[in-house]
């Protein structure tokens, strides 16, 4: 079992709908984050955060420790929103380990 | 600051050659990583520097690997000889005291024939 678990693998979305993306972990982490992986290959990092929720414009991220699970959700979602979402954790020794990500296409 | 930057963007070289990727972080950056990315096993952490002194290097997958940071605006990753298996998309990422965001380059994609 992976220690970083995304769901769903693939999500297909109308354009303004509502969309979320879990993780969960299995390791004691210091913090969680949220990356975007654009189709050209880029990587951008939208979150980084150890407990409760941060916002930025439409991204949402939320986490919950007890549980070992965050959520990441996009607001009037749009088709350049299209791309891989990863998720990643960094353990106690701040080792990074990363979900499979999340292939989001938002269509018109 | 112009980001991370990472060369060169692509290469392609025969099996066995010695091959050489480079990466400028962010200045004043205290951490530098490298990541790979493939298709089968997404992305993975090789190895990461604190103030130039690399810290874990457990990801490295064998002894073909290494990695230098011989000052603080100058990292190096290194495969002699390469492989096949080695193909896939090496990223390079920087950030202040981790676990900070880190600030990722935009790869270099290579391919081993």
Sequence with gaps: ?108 | DAGVIQSPRHEVTEMGQEVTLRCKPISGHDYLFWYRQTMMRGLELLIYFNNNVPIDDSGMPEDRFSAKMPNASFSTLKIQPSEPRDSAVYFCASSFFPPDTQYFGPGTRLTVL
Aim: aromatic letters at 6%; hydrophobic letters at 35%.
């Design chain 1, 1 to 108: 079992k992976n220690e970083v678990e995304q769901s769903p693998q693939n999500l297909t979305a109308q354009e303004g709908e509502f969309i979320t993306i879990n993780c969960s972990y299995s390791v004691g982490i210091s913090a969680l984050h949220w990356l975007q992986q654009h189709p050209g290959g880029g990587i951008v990092s939208l979150f980084m955060l150890s407990s409760g929720k941060k916002k930025h414009g439409r991204l949402i991220a939320t986490i919950n420790i007890q549980e070992k699970h965050s959520s990441l959700h996009i607001t009037a979602s749009h088709p350049r929103d299209s791309a891989v979402y990863i998720c990643a954790v960094s353990d106690q020794n701040n080792d990074m380990r990363f979900g499979a990500g999340t292939r989001l296409t938002v269509k018109p």
